[in-house]
């Protein structure tokens, strides 16, 4: 029997429609040009007999959410709007509209994360939040114009109300130990560099959380606020960019903080304002974009910090990627091939080396992964370092220095995941090479 709705009290006004009701769902397939014919489809869209943009919209996001996506790509190439979605970094044709529809969705999505409709030669860039099921997301807004028209990225960060902890972040338990040895420094500059999408802000957000204790005053800046710090006063850059991360950071100094995590460091200015408030005594966490942890110090001397300022304050550097882990639901042991022996760099061992892959099962969506682990590196500044940071050594020296005390790189890590069996040896080729 189907539930009756309960009758309108006589002493109150029937309630209005909850706003937060979902949208009917509609089918893509139908206005799929791979699936129907393209000018069959623009008919109906031009007739309004078909879903609308907001509509269609909705539907792409629904499905990306559902299915666990970290972004959207709606790009308009030769003949299509071609929309994909990506799961940890590969990505999938989810549908193809015809071409015409790209301007009306652009715009859709430009009301949504408030920006300019009319601008359609400059890259924008915009954000805004929704509530999908239970669940809360951030939709990180860029779009760029192309040949064809704009073409959009929508990123999804499912935004998760609990901060993981240093030994959460899936860490090897030698880099947990190494990284809170590190974070014992009551001052100097902690960096967490990797490309977009690494995990950096978990890491940072971790770090901040490990130090922070009663008697410290712990202040951020961010671009946005992405995780509620209970202790700490935060500070969330407006989006009308009337104040930026240089103007908050020289506030935050004048409060007499002991702690400070800045978001990102993006540009020279930010990066030393950073190195200023490390050198007057604070412990400031931050994390920026850097190809491996020794790459991060000379794209700080690029910025323009000047190596003495950055040798006397610079205390260590996370380099972080992400890595696909092996379905455990179809995980299976292989012997290993003399291709993969050599990609692990041959580990002495005369018997018969197995490892683990996925085979690809319904809980996988057949791909023979689920879920991502970081994999790091972490480098502790030494005294020969600091040093060579001085005297503003090249990356070879760095290096070299680096191998002196035993610097475990990254994909020393990424092997040490391929052999407990977290990973795969072809995951690891596909994310270092
Ligand atoms: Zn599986």
């Known amino acids: 029997m189907a539930p009756t709705p309960p009758p309108p009290s006589p002493l109150k006004p029937a309630p209005a429609q909850p706003t937060t009701a979902q949208p009917q769902r509609i089918s893509l397939e139908q206005i799929d040009i791979k699936v129907l014919d393209r000018n069959r489809i623009r008919e109906l869209f031009k007739a309004g007999r078909l879903p609308t943009a907001d509509q269609i919209v909705e539907e792409v996001l629904t499905r990306a959410v559902h299915s666990g996506a970290n972004d959207v790509h709606i790009e308009p190439i030769e003949g299509e709007l071609q929309i994909r979605v990506g799961h940890e970094g590969i990505l999938k044709r989810m549908v193809s509209l015809p071409p015409d529809m790209n301007d009306s969705i652009v715009s859709v999505l430009k009301t949504k994360a408030t920006l300019n409709q009319f601008e359609k030669k400059k890259p924008q860039e915009g954000r805004y939040s929704a509530v999908y099921g239970t669940d809360a997301f951030d939709f990180r807004v860029n779009i760029i114009p192309v040949l064809q028209g704009e073409r959009c990225l929508v990123r999804l960060l499912h935004k998760s109300s609990r901060i993981s902890s240093l030994d959460e972040l899936g860490f090897h338990e030698d880099s947990t130990a190494q990284l809170k040895s590190l974070l014992r420094n009551p001052r100097g500059l902690f960096l967490v560099t990797g490309p977009s999408g690494s995990g950096k802000t978990t890491t940072v957000y971790a770090a901040t959380n490990h130090v922070h204790s009663p008697e410290k005053c712990v202040i951020t800046v961010e671009d946005p606020v992405e995780y509620r710090l209970p202790f700490s006063s935060q500070i969330n850059l407006p989006s009308d960019k009337s104040f930026n991360f240089v103007d908050a950071l020289r506030a935050i100094l004048r409060q007499n903080p002991n702690v400070i995590m800045v978001g990102e460091i993006r540009d020279a200015e930010t990066g030393i304002v950073a190195a200023e408030a490390a050198i007057t005594g604070n412990l400031v966490l931050s994390t920026m974009l850097a190809d491996d942890a020794i790459g991060a110090i000379h794209r ?66 057949g791909t023979g992964y689920k879920g991502r682990v970081a994999i790091c590196e972490i480098l502790t500044i030494s005294h020969t370092m600091r040093d060579l940071i001085f005297q503003k050594a090249s990356l070879l020296q760095l290096r070299e220095e680096a191998g002196n005390v035993g610097l475990q790189n990254i994909r020393q890590d990424a092997i040490r995941k391929v052999l407990q069996g977290v990973t795969s040896v072809q995951e690891v080729v596909r994310v270092l090479g």
């Open 300 to 365: 700080l001397f690029n910025l323009g910090i000047p190596p003495y300022w950055l040798s006397s304050t610079l205390i260590g550097i996370v380099h972080q990627l992400l890595i696909r882990k092996i379905c455990a639901n179809c995980r299976e042991e292989y012997p290993l091939s003399k291709e993969e022996l050599a990609v692990l760099g041959a580990p002495n061992k005369e018997e018969e080396l197995r490892l683990f892959r996925g085979r690809g099962c319904a809980a996988c969506g």
